[in-house]
């Protein structure tokens, strides 16, 4: 059917109208994207741009340089050394073994090492270095460079790690730093990035450990091109980072190396504090360790070695144990200042009131015993002190009671976590009754007080808190031991502290009985006496049980220490300071299963006295004559032992 003329015109003006709806929605879809396309060009060429550049632009850290630790005297004590390493990547090597054939002719492989890099070489991309060798010596990197040509994909790298001149001597205070490993990572709170770089090494322990936000320094950052597989094209820029601050010790590291040496082939600890200021200038505990091994990664049989544990054994002395801090041992008489202190200032004795010593004190049903078996007779407190009276101790302590016993030896420093930079420190034990309670669930006993008054029982102290205490009864004053003297060049505040608020005549007198220990004829460390006048030294013997003795073998006779296994042997103690009537240094010193403390930690006690006194090697004229022939003897073998240690630049000139 043939349309009209009028459908047709309708028909056509319903199309006209359609086109143009049509070109009109089409024209305003094509503005918007070139509107859009415009802005993206033009507007936002700067966005893009670099979103194109971080897509071939990686951005990486750079581990800052170490802080460097040093002594008082500017004697590096941990510093960080170049070392060198041997890496190469599969796809330049092309033969890879025939490559590690070549560069074994040319210096020493570690086998289990380089199978470990043969395994890396098989699983990581073509292109990613691994490590062959590691900390090779600078004749084998030269070896190595001038055969580059023969050894394609091979690569020797630099870098730096910590090393510790000093060795063994500093390894219980400096300590040492490893690489950062999960347990690392799962303990401490600690976002920053640099902990995430493989192999990035932070203090495992000590001074290390304690200031490594000070110590480790902030992370430099670098640019590198990476292609579309994400191998490094070139390194655009780089802005290193800032190293991490210098510390400066207290410690007087000439003196610690003779403190080793003096305490070799003993399981001991030994510090050395100046009662001035609390700086504390040795402190020693041995046998030690090479804090080195660590660092370069320690071998699983020198593990197991330092980890002994056989405590049958002579050889169970452990190495890795900061004695000095971390352990702690009955003060056995060395306590008895803490008991004359408190009694004197409870006002319930005068220092010339007596007690007589028979031998033993009968509290109710227990016998305790004095060390003399047939007594000491009538002791003051002069006489008890000079002569280590066991009985006079048990009689004024019943009377002074364990409380006030306990806040004294608290005034003093005991049962103390003293604040220093140092791992695991120990506070001991300082009781009381409600210690007792709280720790034991038990009343306290009126036998715990009399085993406490000559530092037994429950009474723990560690060598560090046994300095405090003396170098505090020799000033009067609550003296803090320091172990940092300055941190970035900041110096860090006193030891000194302020007075104890105790009577000065009862300090006093205290004091004279310590000097009668070592200067009296009759007292217990007369032979370890320093012989010249302006020297003159003030101590205390200690020998602590850590085996009960029964009555059967009271009666039989107790086994000397000589007979006994080395573990089950008495602990030697002893404590000083001097000058006597102008105090400089307070020392301690504790000897594991040593013995007598008379006989062997009080002439450690004494030579260390001398060599920091000096300041070197004392005259022999400083030790009574007749000593002088082994003394000399002494120093000679320990001469052959000693370090060529020379004062370094001030740590500001370094």
Not at 22 to 50: E, F, H, K, N, P
Not at 336 to 352: F, N, P, R, S
Not at 575 to 583: E, G, H, I, K, T
Request: charged share 25%; net charge neutral.
């Amino acid at each position: 059917m043939k349309r009209g003329p009028r459908e047709t015109a309708d028909s056509s003006r319903r199309l006209t109208r359609r086109s143009i709806l049509l070109g009109t929605a089409q024209l305003g879809i094509v503005g918007v994207l070139g509107a859009r396309m415009s802005s993206m060009q033009v507007d936002q060429a700067d966005t893009y741009r670099m979103l194109a550049e971080e897509n071939r632009i990686n951005i990486g850290l750079i581990p800052p340089a170490r802080g460097i630790i040093y002594d008082i005297n500017g004697v590096v004590l941990a510093d960080n050394e170049q070392h060198y390493s041997i890496v190469m990547t599969r796809e330049g090597a092309g033969d890879v073994d025939e490559v590690l054939a070549r560069l074994g002719r040319l210096i020493s492989l570690d086998p289990e090492k380089l199978e470990k890099a043969r395994e890396e070489l098989k699983v990581r991309s073509a292109f990613v270095p691994v490590t062959v060798a590691e900390r090779i010596s600078w004749e084998d990197l030269a070896r190595v460079t001038v055969n580059a040509p023969a050894l394609p994909g091979v690569v020797a790298e630099h870098g730096r790690s910590r090393h510790y001149p000093q060795g063994a001597d500093l390894a219980h205070v400096v300590g040492y730093v490893g690489p950062v490993s999960d347990y690392d990572l799962s303990r401490i709170d600690d976002q920053d990035p640099l902990l995430q770089i493989p192999r990035f090494q932070i203090g495992k322990t000590m001074v290390e450990n304690q200031l490594e936000q000070e110590l480790r320094g902030s992370a430099g950052t670098k640019r590198v091109e990476v292609n579309a597989a994400g191998r490094v094209m070139r390194e655009l820029d780089r802005v290193e980072g800032i190293p991490g601050a210098d510390v400066q010790l207290t410690i007087d590291a000439r003196l610690q190396n003779y403190m080793h040496a003096r305490l070799d082939g003993e399981s001991a600890a030994a510090i050395v504090i100046d009662v001035t200021n609390g700086d504390i200038k040795g402190l020693a505990s041995t046998p030690a360790f090479d804090p080195n091994v660590f660092v370069q990664g320690i071998s699983t049989s020198l593990w197991n070695e330092l980890n002994e544990r056989d405590i049958d054994s002579q050889l169970h002395r452990r190495p890795l144990a900061a004695k000095a801090v971390q352990g702690t041992y009955p003060p056995g008489s060395t306590f008895k200042m803490v008991t004359a202190l408190a009694a004197l200032e409870d006002g319930v004795i005068q220092a010339d009131d007596t007690v007589r010593c028979v031998g033993h004190i009968d509290v109710f049903d227990v016998r305790f015993h004095c060390w003399k078996r047939a007594g000491h007779g009538n002791m003051n407190l002069n006489d008890s002190l000079k002569h280590s009276c066991d009985v006079y101790y048990y009689d004024i302590a019943q009377r002074v009671g364990i409380d006030k016993m306990a806040a004294m030896g608290r005034k003093l420093g005991l049962g103390e976590r003293h604040d220093l930079p140092l791992s695991a420190i120990r506070s001991g034990i300082m009781p009381d009754k409600a210690w007792k309670r709280a720790a034991r669930g038990e009343d306290w006993r009126i036998g715990d007080t009399v085993n406490a008054s000559i530092g037994q029982g429950y009474v723990a102290t560690s060598p560090l808190q046994l300095a405090v205490m003396t170098a505090r009864i020799a000033t009067g004053r609550s003296v803090k031991p320091r172990l940092v003297r300055s941190i970035g060049g900041v110096e860090q505040p006193s030891g000194a502290g302020e007075s104890l608020g105790l009577n000065e005549n009862n300090l006093r007198r205290v004091r004279r009985a310590m000097f009668d220990v070592s200067n009296n004829n009759r007292g217990t460390a007369y032979r370890s006496r320093i012989a010249v006048e302006e020297f003159k030294m003030a101590g205390k013997t200690g020998t602590s049980q850590v085996r009960r003795i029964t009555a059967e073998e009271r009666r039989a006779g107790v086994t000397r220490n000589a007979d006994l296994p080395w573990n089950r042997r008495d602990h030697a103690l002893f404590v000083a300071f001097a000058p006597a009537d102008n105090p400089k240094y307070a020392v301690a010193v504790v000897v594991e299963h040593g013995g007598g403390g008379s006989t062997v930690a009080a002439p450690i006690a004494r030579d260390v006295m001398l060599q920091a006194l000096y300041d070197g090697t004392p005259p022999l004229e400083a030790y009574p004559s007749a000593v002088r022939g082994r003394i000399a003897e002494q120093q000679k073998h320990i001469a052959t032992m000693l370090r060529d240690i020379r004062p370094g630049p001030t740590v500001e000139e370094a």
